[in-house]
Each structure stands twice: as C-alpha cells, then as structure tokens.
C-alpha cells in the first residue's frame, strides 16, 4: 500500500463545475504540498498546509490530521485548471523530503 | 527574488554513457537541494538532497550519483547511464530546516536513453 493514495486518479469536469480531489496518508508527517503539474512537466505549488484550511482564488485546501486526510477544491473550474494535481507529504522529522501520491489527471471541458 | 535554474531542458543520451544535470538557485542562501524523477507512468520519487556544501543524502539505491559543490548548485551525474534512467528529472529547493517550507521546483529535464 502506498504511503500517500490519491483519489481520483482521472477525473474529468465541465466548465463551472465544482472539483474535489483527495489525498490519504498513513504516516506521521509535517506538512503536506498539494502541487500542479502542467502537461510540458513543470511544477507549481499550490499549497503547503499542517493544519486547518488554506485559500487562493478559486483553490481550497483543507486538511484533517487527525483522519490523515486532506482535500482541493476548485471552484467554477475553468479549462485552463486542466492539469494533473499532486498531494505530497513532508515526513515528521525530515528535511522536507516528500513522499508523492500518484497524481489526478484533471480536464476541464468547454 | 529567488530563482531556480535547471538544464538541459531535454536531453538523449546512449545506454553507457556519462550524464551530468546541473541546478542552480539564485536569491536565496544556505538552500535544502533535491533532487526527484518521474519515471513513464509513475509518480515522483526523491533521489538526493542536500542540507549543505558537500552533504548529500540518497533515499533510493541507484546508478545515480549528486554533488554540491557550491551553496547554490547542485548536479546529478551517472558514470554510465542505463535504459531504466530514462525520465523526468526535477530539481527544487526550499529554505533551510525544510520540513515546514513550501518547494519550489525546476522546468525539469527530460532524459531518453536509446
């Protein structure tokens, strides 16, 4: 079993929808990352978050330590949101080496 | 501000031969250095990183090898490259005592091994 499970692995929306993607972890951690990876490979991160909820224009992300799970949401989602989506974990105690969910392959369509 | 500089941008190179990535951050001092692949069809996994001059940790047993020669460089090499090399290599850094820091990561270099 993975140490970081994403889920969904595909997902595909329409314009406007509302999008959640969600991350399960079974290891102690310090923080987790929810990054954005383009199709060229490049990778931004969106959030880094121990605790509680974070908010940046239409990205949510919200973490549950107790139930080692966190979520992002995209609101009125757009065709440029189309992306694969990241959860990472920092291992409690690390250098900030992060352990990787398998990503979502997120499309938006017109 | 701080930049992160990483190249070649893709790169195709034969089975047995050297290989040398370098990665340099500008605007910023004493980083933590990583170094992570994406193989075809798989997720990210951390290879190398580095707290300081000269201290490279390695997470995964491989044909790969990491150096930093300077505080704001850090270079992956292979004496002899192998076909399960092949992938997408991406360097970041974060502000030293990195566990609570947000990464910011390279373009990335694409490697194909024929």
């Known amino acids: 079993k993975n140490e970081v499970e994403q889920s969904p692995q595909n997902l595909t929306a329409q314009e406007g929808e509302f999008i959640t993607i969600n991350c399960s972890y079974s290891?102690?951690?310090?923080?987790l990352h929810w990054l954005q990876q383009h199709p060229g490979g490049g990778i931004v991160s969106l959030f880094m978050?121990?605790?509680g909820k974070k908010k940046h224009g239409r990205l949510i992300a919200t973490i549950n330590i107790q139930e080692k799970h966190s979520s992002l949401h995209i609101t009125a989602s757009h065709p440029r949101d189309s992306a694969v989506y990241i959860c990472?974990?920092?291992?409690?105690?690390?250098?900030?080496?992060?352990?990787f969910g398998k990503g979502t392959k997120l499309s938006v369509k017109p | 501000s701080q930049t992160i500089h990483q190249w070649p941008a893709t790169l195709v190179q034969p089975v047995g031969s050297p290989l040398s990535l370098e990665c340099t951050v500008e605007?910023?001092?004493?980083?933590?250095l990583y170094w992570y692949r994406q193989a075809a069809g798989r997720g990210l996994q951390l290879l190398f990183y580095?707290?300081?001059?000269?201290?490279i940790s390695s997470e995964v047993p491989q044909n790969l090898s990491a150096s930093r020669p300077q505080d704001r460089q850090f270079i992956l090499s292979s004496k002899k490259l192998l076909l399960s090399d092949s992938g997408f290599y991406l360097c970041?850094?974060?502000?030293?005592?990195?566990?609570?820091?947000?990464?910011?990561f390279g373009d990335g270099t694409r490697l194909s091994i024929l």
């Open positions: 970041a850094w974060s502000e030293g005592q990195g566990a609570n820091q947000p990464q910011h």
């Open positions: 978050l121990s605790s």
């Open positions: 990472a974990v920092a291992l409690w105690g690390s250098q900030g080496n992060l352990i």
């Open positions: 290891v102690g951690i310090s923080a």
């Open positions: 605007g910023t001092s004493n980083p933590n």
């Open positions: 580095s707290v300081g001059i000269g201290q």
